[in-house]
């Protein structure tokens, strides 16, 4: 079993930058695709990014060229760096483990 613990969620101002954490623990198997999804308040849960075992990343466009995926696997944990952070990127933020594991989010607010 692998659990997945995210932090490093908060406010911050449009074009301000936070840093988001997924400390995995349990079971891990550094070769599993992980990825950061995110959910809005009303809406569904969607992806932002994933990085592969062989280290393929693939961002959605609406992110790309803001935020960056990254995993230490010697720490176990995965990163999401987050720039020029905008309102609409207000939700929870969520990371998953393969198909089926996933975080129990950390909020991100972005307001003035």
């Known amino acids: 079993q692998v659990q997945l613990v995210e932090s490093g969620g908060g406010e911050a101002q449009p074009g301000g930058s936070l840093r988001l954490s997924c400390a995995a623990s349990?079971?891990?198997?550094?070769?599993?695709?992980m990825a950061w999804y995110r959910q809005a308040p009303g809406k569904q849960r969607e992806l932002v990014a994933t990085?592969?075992?062989?280290?393929?990343?693939v961002y959605k466009p609406f992110v790309k060229g803001r935020f960056t995926i990254s995993r230490d696997n010697a720490k176990n944990t995965l990163y999401l760096q987050m720039n020029n952070l905008k309102p609409e990127d207000t939700a929870v933020y969520f990371c998953?483990?393969?198909?089926?594991?996933w975080g129990q989010g950390t909020q991100v607010t972005v307001s003035s």
């Open positions: 998953r483990y393969g198909s089926d594991t």
């Open positions: 349990g079971s891990i198997d550094s070769m599993v695709t």
């Open positions: 990085i592969a075992s062989g280290g393929t990343i």
